[in-house]
């Protein structure tokens, strides 16, 4: 059973042009994205910085709203709901932000940050809430006293976990993990992974997680896409993909990955030219201005995205 399905996502974002000027350009943050993500699994989504991850995290979750597209969530297309329905929607689905000092108000104590999404939905109040609260911080590793301090009293990895906890408070099926790790000590994030595998598994969630650092997306991930300039190129299980790399994209990756052997040696593929402008995508397949196995069908065709072996997906003329 899937949580989520999106078919030929866009998001394209328009460019401010001169004075007069009768032309119109776009920022294609992303251009016909399609995937699936299963119930009670993390799907993690890798790439350069810029490549369309975190626009396609809000995207889901309709913190920004799609160009086109589909995105149909436990079987409900969310393009057909009014403004209440969504509403009660996105009580099933939250998000965890990169940054969680930024992410949350310096100026409200824990337990109201908590308690807040509670009564904004009318789901709880009084007690009843403030119960509530002290359970999502013990959940997440927190103590019943913390909920009367404020977000500056907490070290970086404490700060994640209370924004785990207020996407938790809700109850949801369905968490977009932007980046959670990516701004803390190396020491702490271990922790911080641990937690979201643990709470995946106590309360049936499904992730979708977001990353560019492909160890600690390998070390959470069931499945994995890899992303290259708004659009999705590869698409496998966490193994297949790691024994079986077919992109070229993917492929160079890869080869920056640290091998954890004293002694190994691993040949790096170093990627020629400038990463281009989601402004003026190239033709054909956008990535063939980079790769060292381009072909002249590259340039003129965009390849799509087909399934090369069972559940292994990747968008490259060469197969």
């Known amino acids: 059973m899937n949580e989520v399905e999106i078919y030929n996502l866009k998001k394209y974002y328009p460019l401010r042009e001169k004075l007069l000027s009768s032309s119109k350009r776009f920022v294609k943050a992303l251009d016909d994205v399609s995937l699936t993500i299963r119930k009670g699994e993390t799907y993690g989504l890798v790439g350069e910085s810029g490549c369309g991850k975190t626009t396609l995290g809000k995207c889901l979750i309709h913190i920004i709203k799609p160009t086109g597209g589909k995105i149909i969530f436990e079987g409900t297309d969310l393009e057909k709901l009014n403004r209440s329905e969504m509403l009660k929607v996105r009580q099933r689905m939250q998000i965890v932000f990169q940054d969680p000092y930024s992410s949350l108000n310096p100026r409200m104590a824990v337990g109201s940050l908590l308690r807040e999404p509670l009564i904004a939905h009318h789901l709880m109040n009084g007690k009843e809430a403030d119960e509530r609260v002290i359970e999502v911080l013990g959940m997440v590793g927190l103590k019943p006293f913390h909920a009367h301090r404020y977000p500056h009293e907490f070290s970086g990895g404490q700060r994640q976990r209370i924004s785990i906890a207020r996407a938790l408070v809700m109850n949801p099926n369905f968490i977009v993990c932007d980046e959670p790790v990516s701004a803390?000590?190396?020491?702490?994030?271990?922790?911080?992974?641990?937690?979201?595998?643990?709470?995946?598994?106590?309360?049936?969630?499904?992730?979708?997680?977001?990353?560019?650092?492909?160890?600690?997306?390998?070390?959470?991930?069931?499945?994995?896409?890899?992303?290259?300039?708004?659009?999705?190129?590869?698409?496998?299980?966490?193994?297949?993909?790691?024994?079986?790399?077919?992109h070229p994209y993917t492929q160079a990756l890869f080869s920056v990955m640290p091998v954890p052997k004293v002694g190994a040696k691993k040949k790096r593929i170093v990627l020629e030219g400038e990463l281009p402008s989601p402004v003026n995508v190239p033709p054909g397949c956008a990535f063939h201005v980079r790769c060292p196995k381009a072909m002249p069908v590259c340039s003129e065709q965009v390849p799509q995205l087909l399934e090369v072996s069972a559940g292994h997906y990747c968008a490259c003329h060469l197969y």
């Open 184 to 246: 803390l000590d190396v020491s702490v994030q271990s922790q911080v992974l641990n937690l979201l595998v643990d709470l995946r598994k106590k309360m049936d969630l499904t992730y979708l997680f977001i990353s560019h650092d492909l160890s600690v997306v390998r070390h959470i991930s069931d499945r994995i896409g890899v992303m290259y300039l708004g659009k999705l190129v590869e698409s496998a299980q966490d193994a297949e993909l790691h024994q079986n790399k077919l």
